[in-house]
């Protein structure tokens, strides 16, 4: 299939809705309004949720549907196929996603964390098949799907399913080349079938826009009137086939530098690009497991506070000391499984897009602080 996504009319950045301010643990809803009137002001359209982002579409429903005209925005939502039984049929992801978001249609419908192993339970369960018969019915406009696996099992997914509109990807600059998720042989996947796609992850989440990284003292002194998330986005604004970018962006001040990257961009000289392979290289020099908090694992089965952890044992990598990281650590399990609970069942390491070796880290972690 040829996709008909008119790239042209959605804006290069896109607004995800799965990292929102908070204050106190609740949705901070003046904020998230300022920003989506921002975003919208700026010529922005795309929205992204998902069923399984807590509270995201609920969320969306509050501050963009019911105060802007439905037809000036798209929204993206996911169908999370792993969760899929008799007691939740496809019906019910959608019909509940439908009532949360408070419309009755959504733009981009995508088969949510797919890899080899939950394409199969897709083929199943016969998503696909309802996929096409939701957009028969006008129900969903796009057919797409997250991917979360090796570029082979890209490949392969795509050439089984044709239908496929769009694919969203983790894609920036360190992982471009980096072989545990090489978004360059993606990207040139896509390209080969022909298929547009949008880009999670494009910081790193939020590694690529720190200061305080090891990469910012590179970046600001190569150009101190820019942000350092400003230069992942410009590595990805200069790609062909991209709908729209989800940079993360969780404070107002986030969104508004992201609009000023995209209302002026300019693409990567051949000076700035040699200074992007200089950050590689500086990221290749710190210790560190590259999880990205995305919190996919979030639902595991004994509640441990996977990605919390994995960054407490960062910190420990990087600092070479467990100081001050007891308290922390007992913190972030209180009311929660402990390292040490973890059953080995696979559940983070089958979601996970970086695909971690998630059982060992937690193994080490349990030796240092259980």
Same mark, same amino acid.
């Given at each position: 299939?040829?996709s008909t ?6 804006? $290069?950045? =896109? ?15 003046e904020?998230?309004? $300022?920003m ?5 002001? !700026? ?5 992204d949720? %998902? ?5 995201? *579409?609920?969320?969306?429903? *509050?501050t963009v ?16 196929? =792993? ?18 978001? &408070?419309?009755?249609y ?16 897709? /083929? *199943?369960?016969?998503?696909w ?21 090796p570029? #082979?099992?890209?490949? /392969?997914?795509?050439?089984k ?5 769009f ?11 980096n ?25 790193? &989440? =939020?590694?690529l ?5 090891p ?13 350092? %998330? ?6 990805? =604004?200069?790609? #062909? ?5 989800? !940079? ?35 990221? $290749?020099?710190?210790?560190r497991?590259?999880?990205t !908090? +995305?919190?996919?694992? $979030?639902? +595991?089965?004994i509640n441990?506070?996977?990605s ?17 990281? #007891?308290? %922390?650590y ?8 402990? %390292? ?5 069942? &696979?559940? +983070?390491?089958?979601? +996970? ?18």
């Open positions: 299939m040829t996504i008119q790239i042209e009319k959605i804006g $290069k950045l =896109g607004f995800g809705y799965m990292r929102l301010p908070k204050i106190d643990g609740k949705l901070d809803t904020q998230v309004i $300022k989506a009137d921002a975003f919208l002001s !700026s010529g922005g359209t795309y929205f949720a %998902a069923y399984v982002y807590d509270g995201a *579409e609920v969320a969306l429903r *509050e549907v019911n105060r802007h005209p439905r037809e000036s925005f798209q929204i993206a939502s996911k169908l999370p196929v =792993g969760m899929v039984n008799a007691e939740r049929p496809l019906e019910h992801f959608l019909e509940t996603s439908l009532e949360r978001l &408070g419309t009755d959504i733009d981009f419908y995508l088969l949510h964390g797919i890899n080899s192993k939950s394409s199969k339970l897709a /083929e *199943e369960n016969g998503a098949e309802y996929l096409a018969k939701l957009k028969e019915q006008g129900i969903i406009r796009h057919i797409g799907f997250s991917f979360h696996g570029p #082979d099992d890209l490949d /392969e997914i795509l050439t399913h044709p239908e496929t509109e694919v969203q990807i983790q894609l920036n600059y360190w992982d471009w080349d072989p545990d998720v090489n978004s360059r042989r993606m990207y040139e996947i896509l390209t080969k079938h022909g298929v547009p796609f949008t880009i999670m992850v494009p910081l790193l &989440g =939020g590694k826009a720190s200061n305080d990284s990469i910012a003292e590179l970046l600001l002194k190569a150009n101190p009137n820019v942000s350092v %998330a400003s230069w992942a986005l410009r590595f990805i =604004g200069q790609l #062909d086939g991209v709908i729209t970018t989800l !940079s993360g962006m969780s404070t107002y001040e986030q969104m508004l530098d992201n609009i000023e990257i995209y209302s002026d961009y300019k693409p990567l000289d051949a000076d700035e690009l040699k200074v992007i392979d200089q950050a590689i290289e500086i990221l $290749k020099a710190v210790p497991i590259q999880c !908090s +995305c919190e996919y694992c $979030k639902d +595991c089965p441990i506070p996977i919390s952890f994995i960054n407490l044992y960062n910190d420990y990598l990087v600092h070479n000391t467990t100081e001050n990281l #007891d308290g %922390a007992n913190w972030m399990s209180s009311g929660k499984g402990k %390292a040490k609970d973890c059953t080995a069942c &696979g559940f +983070c390491e089958d979601v +996970c897009p970086q695909r971690l070796q998630i059982i060992e880290v937690l193994g080490k972690v349990s030796a240092m602080f259980d």
